[in-house]
């Protein structure tokens, strides 16, 4: 068996070979630049590019027209966030958002708000989920702008989006949804659902890393300001020449999506049940997040009484990322586990196994035999175990901060 | 994150896992840090008549660095006086273990076991001798 053992699909997915396949002959043969209208290099890429454009808006429900290339998810919610603020800002200047969201949401609303807009950072319930009743409360006349996300990365809950499209809806409010960790995972129907700004990216789903796309509703039409200036490119609200097998890449990860996904879903869950079902065996391990509003794919689990960082450390012959942020500089735990209402400990302790197109049953099964001999070697050196083991209460000890 | 050599051969051969009976008055026990913070280290000494550290155990909630850091220590303090244990420094810790700066609080935590450990053992002296 080949180690380490790839077991974190939400970070990033390896590109499908189909997928490359598809991108390559726009790097050499078919290199054009769709812009240019006056010979057939330019003719042949534009036709990829628009082909690309009909596969991502197959895959989730909407008319290609409606759709935006990018850099990927981080840059589409910058220009949805931005662009929509900036344009709306005499209609009001309140923004809502949720305390879970990825920090391209949370840090562009950062910004909004040194810009003068006032954001209100709403809390989940301990199950992950917004709490509907208390998100309509928050709305006010001067709210134009929502955002929420589809998939949460860390605990892969997944947000009653049509819901919240309805109450937006209602009020005329710009609903943006972060959709980077849900396609191919969660059906999208952009018909339906009254979502008026979507962001995607590529590299999440077998496509390659660097592009993505803004969905910018035309029926009843959103208007944003563009972030970039330049050529004009994607009807002005996104200049810049197009990287045609970057999209090429995209369109073609995104047919596959929309092809296999409701097997290949299927195959991922049952991995990821036997992965949950491994630590039955073991103590005082939780899962973070509702089970069952979940996708399939991920597993957020916190090891009681072993630090995550060794824990990781432990399990190195597996690829997975860890809620401790101890791995970066600053010492705070996940902040999206302590919006659920998990202590520092269960947070620093807490393991996220994301389960993709790639992974075997084989995998499954080292991993769970690996967790349960490091977590017991761990908890052997734990004094926070021992101290449990001796029925000390460790919520009742002062423990000195430093 | 890349660890040092010396720091992954601490965490995966760790020395002196373990505890001493802390009601041992020969026995000296330090605990510091905080679950809330990510490190939690408890050192253990157990000291002769002489005042010389004949033993020590550790039990680490952290890191790789803070296992590393108070495995290390445990093995340091090892036939040193009270007085010699009380001069380690957490830099000398940090630099055997080539520490990265986002790690040298972990040292300075093995370097406050010890002096807490050492403490409460020197605690346990005063009111004998009272």
């Known amino acids: 068996m080949n180690t380490p053992i790839y077991l974190d699909y939400s970070a990033t997915t390896p590109v499908d070979e189909r997928v490359l396949e598809a991108m390559l002959p726009y790097l050499r043969q078919d290199f054009g630049n769709p812009a240019s209208r006056s010979h057939a290099f330019g003719w042949k890429a534009e036709e990829a590019v628009e082909h690309a454009r009909l596969q991502v808006a197959l895959l989730v429900g909407c008319d290609a027209k409606e759709l935006v290339w990018t850099s990927g998810a981080t840059e589409s919610i910058n220009l949805a966030l931005k662009g929509a603020a900036h344009f709306y800002k005499d209609k009001g200047r309140h923004v809502i958002t949720v305390k879970t969201e990825h920090k391209a949401t949370l840090d562009t609303c950062r910004e909004l708000e040194r810009e003068g807009f006032e954001v209100t950072y709403l809390d989940v319930l301990p199950n992950g989920l917004l709490d509907l009743q208390a998100f309509e409360a928050s709305l006010r006349p001067d709210t134009i702008l929502v955002s929420v996300m589809y998939v949460n990365n860390e605990i892969g809950v997944i947000q009653d989006i049509a819901a919240i499209g309805e109450l937006c809806r209602a009020r005329g409010i710009v609903f943006h949804v972060d959709s980077a960790q849900a396609t191919g995972k969660v059906v999208i129907d952009l018909q339906a659902l009254k979502v008026d700004l979507m962001s995607f990216c590529a590299h999440k789903t077998y496509g390659p890393k660097g592009v993505g796309a803004l969905f910018v509703r035309r029926k009843p039409r959103v208007r944003l300001e563009p972030l970039i200036h330049g050529g004009g490119h994607e009807r002005g609200m996104r200049s810049g020449t197009l990287p045609t097998h970057q999209i090429v890449g995209m369109g073609m990860a995104f047919e596959i999506a929309q092809a296999e996904m409701a097997t290949e879903n299927e195959r991922i869950r049952m991995l990821r049940d036997r992965l949950w079902s491994g630590r039955s065996q073991m103590e005082a391990v939780y899962l973070n997040g509702d089970l069952d509003h979940r996708v399939p794919h991920n597993l957020n689990v916190s090891f009681n009484y072993v630090e995550g960082e060794s824990l990781l450390m432990a399990v190195k012959d597996i690829a997975v990322s860890s809620g401790s942020a101890c791995t970066s500089a600053s010492l705070e735990p996940s902040y999206v586990l302590r919006a659920i209402g998990r202590s520092d400990e269960l947070a620093h302790s807490s393991i996220r196994f994301s389960v993709g197109r790639f992974t075997t049953e084989a995998d499954i099964d080292f991993a769970v035999a690996l967790l349960k001999e490091k977590v017991a070697k761990l908890r052997e050196m734990s004094p926070l175990w021992e101290m449990v083991q001796e029925g000390v209460d460790l919520n009742a000890i002062q423990w000195a901060a430093h | ?130």
Request: aromatic share 4%.
């Open chain 2, 1 to 130: 994150m890349a660890y040092s050599e010396k720091v992954i051969d601490h965490y995966e051969n760790p020395r002196n896992v373990g505890a001493l009976d802390k009601n041992d008055p020969s026995v000296g026990t330090g605990m510091v840090g905080a679950p809330a913070c990510g490190d939690v280290m408890k050192l253990q000494i157990k000291v002769n008549d002489q005042g010389i550290i004949e033993d020590a155990r550790f039990k680490t909630y952290g890191c790789g660095s803070a296992i590393a850091s108070s495995s290390l220590v445990t093995e340091w303090v090892k036939g040193k006086s009270l007085d010699e244990a009380m001069t380690i420094k957490n830099s000398q810790i940090a630099s055997e273990l080539s520490l990265p700066p986002v790690k040298i609080h972990c040292s300075i935590l093995a370097e406050d076991a010890i002096k807490a450990a050492i403490e409460d053992y020197r605690k346990k002296h005063v009111d004998l001798v009272d």
